[in-house]
Structure formats: C-alpha cells, structure tokens
C-alpha cells in the first residue's frame, strides 16, 4: 500500500533510477527485427516479437543494477493487441527478475470506470468467480483532471496489495506550464493544487519511510519546482522524466530528493534503450551490454549528486 | 479531418446517440458466458470471447438505427491482452456495419508518446516500410493536462484521415468540479481554459457543418454548463457522457445542441447494455432486441427535445 518496496529496492542497488521501455521499432537492432520478421512478416506481430525480445535483453542486463522499468503504453498499443501482449509479457518477466514495474498509462476516468483500470493493472479481474491478474504491474501513472472519486479506486486496490500510483503533477512537456502553471485567485497554480490533492489521497496508503503510496510526476526539466514541490509533498514519493534525451541532468534531479537521498525514481528511456546507437563500431548484438553501460553511468551520475540513499 | 462523417451519420438515422460499449462480465447474459467458459475456462480469453460474441449482438441489433458506437478501453484492458484483443475485434465489427467508433481512452502524454498513441488509435504504424493499422477507430478520447504538444500529434493524423478527437472539459463524474470548477485569477475556470483550447486546437481541422474535428467531453449531469459551453464553443463539437445510469436525461442534454438540432453526440452504456436486465421474464437470448428497444426509446426521448437534426 506505498512504494516502501520501491524505496528498498533503490536502496538495496543505490540507484534510484527506472528504466523506461519505451520500444519503438526504430530502437531495436536489425538483428532481432530480421529474425522476428522472418517469423511472422513485416506485421504486427512481427514487431510485437521484436519488441519483447529486445526488453527481455534489456532487461537481463539491467535487473541486477536498476530496480524498476516503465514500460510506456502507448508504444505497445501502436502493435495493436499484439503488443498489448508484449507489454503484458515483459511486464511478467521483469517481475521475475524481481524488478519493480511502473506501468506509464497514464489512465484516468470517472470512478465505475476507474474500478475497471485499477482491477486491469494493479489489481484482478473476477471471472464468474475465479479472480485472475490481467496486466500485473506494481505502479500505474494516472491523470487527476476528473478529482477524487476517478482516484478512490486505485486507493481501495492499493490498500489491499503492494501497489501505488503516481498521479500527472508538473509534466516534463514543453506546453505543460499551459494548463499547469496557471494561477488560482488565490495564488495556488494547477500543479500545486494538484499536488496537494496527491497528499491528501495518500494519507490513505501511508508508508515507512515517510511516503505514501500516491506518488507525483514531476518533470527533470523543471528543477526549480522539482525542489519547490519536494519541500511542500513530504509524504508524496516523485516519478521524475526529463532526463536525458528530454534534456535534464543529475542536477536538475537533485531538488526531487530528501537529505536521506530517497523521495524519488528517474526515469531514463531513450537514453539506455538507444545507448548502443551511440558507440561507434558497436556490435549491434551488445546492445543491452551498452544499455548497461549507460545505466551505470547514469547511477554514478545521479549519486554523484545525491550521495547515498539511506533507509531513514 | 473534423466529424463530418459523425454528422451526416446522425443527421441520417435522426439520432444522435453514441451507444457505450463497457462490456463487463456482469452486463453479460450467462447463457453467452457459458458458451465461452466451456470452450475456454473462466480465463481471460473465456471472458474476452463472451465479450465479443455480447458485442456483436449489441452492434447487429443497433447499427442501422444508431450511428456510432464508444467501447471504453478500461473495460476491454481488465480482459488483459484478450480483452484488448476482443476491443479491437468489437472496432472492426462495428466498421463493417458502417458505424462511427469512438475509442474512449482518455490518452494523454507528451508529444513524443501521443505518436504512438495518435499511430495507435487513429492512424497507421510503420513496421518497417509497412504501414499497418493497429487498432483503427474513427475518433479518440484525450485528456489535455499536458497542453498543445501533447495534442498537436492527433491533430496531425487526423488532418491526413477522416479522424476526430474528443478532449475531456467538463467531466460527468460528482467530483469533476475539484479541479476542473477552479477560477484561475481572471474569472475562468479551468474547465472553461481547456474549452477555448479545444477552439484553438480545432482550426487546424475545419469541417463543413461548422464544427472542428476538435470535439469536447462535457458531461449531461452538468447541463448548465453544457448549455453554457454550447454558447461559447461555437466550433467544438460535444460528447455527452452522463444520460441514463449517470443520472441525466434528454433535458440535461438540450444545452448541447444547436438551433439545427446538431453539435452533440450523447452517450449511453449501461442504460442500452444493460436493458435486457430490466425487463421481468425477458429471455436472456433477447438481450440485443431489449438493448435495440432501449436505443429507440432513446433517440425518441432526445428528439422530442431537440426537434430535427438538420445539415445546416
């Protein structure tokens, strides 16, 4: 009912990054779409057996040093309902690798509705009976625009598992500040209002490290309210994009953390998946040992900054 | 590039109800459940399979009196990649017959992901020189928190197809009013702000009855500010979620449309999925005619209040 299993296992490796699988076919080496292709032709099942070949070898050279992926939705659906089973699958295999998953979704609606994502990714499904696990992540990204009762759901199945959600706060997009920056009469901007409601609804998924299991997304790439919302969100743990391929660096990080060094995850998805694109006379077959590169220097970049992340 | 053909489609048939496609296992006659569970277990692809047969009965029973159909992808995710199997197999079933789909996804991200997204649900994706279409439905439901480079993807697959989106303004649900009621320091709110966006957003997709391919979720449990949002959105096309099980009726909805009786398309779910269950000593085989009856009552009830739909 938090991320204190999140929390421990970024302490457990002393890296508190997430590693997006993102995996567009442009991403992935000849090699492996060639031999997919030849299995089921230039189709969407072709792809879709690209692609979890690709995030398989990912993940076999990340899970000993990264503690989670984030596996984006939108780059499965794009392989129709065979990709959709590739996200389930390399869903199943990081877990058991014993990777936590994030599953970017970023899914909102009305509550009955709600009841219906939240039994899909984090919770089961009843099947006349029989109670069955449909997609299986740890995490869902959520939207807050339709308020608490499109949240309640997510709650009542994170009470009752290990589970958490992070809820859209300040987005790492060029355009966010359009909607999210703009000023109430008071004074408060969207984000922050939207933040504040992340930490009422957490009170109901209270954690022991100090954060609840209602996190936030906060954009790498807008460090100065990165920092102005840890010092307002005690309770709420930070999802953070941007850094990397978006343009943010350790530093921009570094307002998203505690003086224990936790308080949040970064994310880095083009930056390891397409680290093998950047070495000169790679063999396209080490791609994920240059993922793995990527990702070790990554860490040290991050804990250069933050210094060692300590349980409380 | 607009919904043009969501138009004339209505104008035709003289109804403009979007029949909601939430099949859950619960709204299922058994007798279909059973059928299902005996050839493949009560598993997801047992559950995915009654779907579809469900929906196909739905959609034989209403396509020639009912011009569009909104499955809502939570309902089809909780079946896990079955279910986004049988969503995607409801799509093409209810093309065949000539009905208008809108998915009702609520997507939303940053401009690089919405591609997949925008390739995903409206357009084609590129395997290698091939281009193939992964989900194919005629519209989309979007959320806006993350402003125009979260959009303009969209509206570039839908300037080069006969594709529309619907941005979520004015939400159905009792606590839409937490965030989106909020008076920014001039006076607006902020379900007002993402209206005048959708204005903005839709000049890029003009359509000759007036309305952009740029439409607006506005909720029927609201109706003044469905009536309100009809004054001020002159271009913007409505969805209208909220009549039936959500509480509203053809009154509540009235605000939508225009002086020519079009602007609005109104949906209904449970009410016409599950009319077969209202019915004492209906056969359960009857399921799609009591559906069918229900969808007649319907068109009737809003026509009595908006009069003939005419084409300008």
Same mark, same amino acid.
């Given at each position: 009912?938090?991320?204190?299993?999140?929390?421990?296992?970024?302490?457990?490796?002393?890296?508190?990054?997430?590693?997006?699988?993102?995996?567009?076919?442009?991403?992935?080496?000849?090699?492996?779409?060639?031999?997919?292709?030849?299995?089921?032709?230039?189709?969407? @099942?072709?792809?879709?057996?690209?692609?979890?070949?690709?995030?398989?070898?990912?993940?076999?050279?990340?899970?000993?040093?990264?503690?989670?992926?984030?596996?984006?939705?939108?780059?499965? =659906?794009?392989?129709?309902?065979?990709?959709?089973?590739?996200?389930?699958?390399?869903?199943?295999?990081?877990?058991?690798?014993?990777?936590?998953?994030?599953?970017?979704?970023?899914?909102?609606?009305?509550?009955?509705?709600?009841?219906?994502?939240?039994?899909?990714?984090?919770?089961?499904?009843?099947?006349?009976?029989? =109670?069955?696990?449909?997609?299986?992540?740890?995490?869902?990204?959520?939207?807050?625009?339709?308020?608490?009762?499109?949240?309640?759901?997510?709650?009542?199945?994170?009470?009752?598992?290990?589970? #958490?959600?992070?809820?859209?706060?300040?987005?790492?997009?060029?355009?966010?500040?359009?909607?999210?920056?703009? @000023?109430?009469?008071?004074?408060?901007?969207?984000?922050?209002?939207?933040?504040?409601?992340?930490?009422?609804?957490?009170?109901?998924?209270?954690?022991?490290?100090?954060?609840? /299991?209602?996190?936030?997304?906060?954009?790498?790439?807008?460090?100065?309210?990165?920092?102005?919302?840890? #010092? @307002?969100?005690?309770?709420?743990?930070?999802?953070?994009?941007?850094?990397?391929?978006?343009?943010?660096?350790?530093?921009?990080?570094?307002?998203?953390?505690?003086?224990?060094?936790? /308080?949040?995850?970064?994310?880095?998805?083009?930056?390891?998946?397409?680290?093998?694109?950047?070495?000169?006379?790679?063999?396209?077959?080490?791609?994920?040992?240059?993922?793995?590169? =990527?990702?070790?220097?990554?860490?040290?970049?991050?804990?250069?900054?933050?210094?060692?992340?300590?349980?409380?």
């Amino acid at each position: 009912m938090s991320f204190d299993r999140l929390i421990e296992k970024i302490a457990e490796k002393q890296n508190p990054t997430v590693a997006g699988l993102d995996p567009k076919l442009a991403y992935i080496p000849q090699y492996i779409k060639d031999e997919s292709f030849a299995k089921y032709g230039k189709t969407l @099942e072709g792809a879709a057996d690209a692609i979890l070949t690709f995030n398989k070898g990912l993940i076999d050279e990340l899970f000993d040093i990264v503690p989670a992926i984030k596996p984006q939705c939108a780059y499965y =659906e794009m392989y129709g309902w065979y990709g959709f089973k590739a996200l389930t699958e390399t869903i199943a295999y990081a877990k058991s690798k014993g990777m936590f998953v994030i599953t970017d979704g970023k899914r909102n609606d009305i509550g009955t509705t709600m009841q219906a994502y939240a039994a899909a990714h984090l919770g089961t499904t009843d099947i006349d009976g029989t =109670e069955v696990e449909a997609i299986g992540g740890d995490a869902l990204t959520v939207n807050g625009y339709l308020g608490t009762d499109g949240i309640s759901p997510l709650l009542d199945i994170c009470k009752n598992g290990d589970k #958490g959600i992070f809820v859209l706060v300040k987005t790492s997009n060029p355009s966010s500040g359009e909607l999210q920056n703009l @000023e109430f009469k008071g004074g408060e901007t969207v984000y922050q209002r939207v933040g504040t409601m992340c930490e009422e609804w957490g009170k109901e998924l209270p954690g022991k490290y100090g954060y609840s /299991g209602v996190g936030a997304v906060v954009g790498a790439t807008y460090p100065e309210m990165l920092t102005e919302l840890r #010092g @307002e969100l005690k309770t709420t743990f930070f999802l953070v994009p941007g850094y990397g391929a978006q343009g943010g660096g350790a530093k921009d990080c570094e307002g998203a953390f505690d003086k224990n060094g936790i /308080g949040a995850v970064v994310n880095s998805s083009r930056g390891i998946m397409c680290a093998w694109q950047k070495v000169d006379g790679l063999d396209p077959e080490d791609y994920a040992k240059a993922a793995r590169n =990527e990702a070790i220097r990554m860490r040290d970049d991050l804990r250069n900054v933050i210094g060692e992340m300590k349980l409380g």
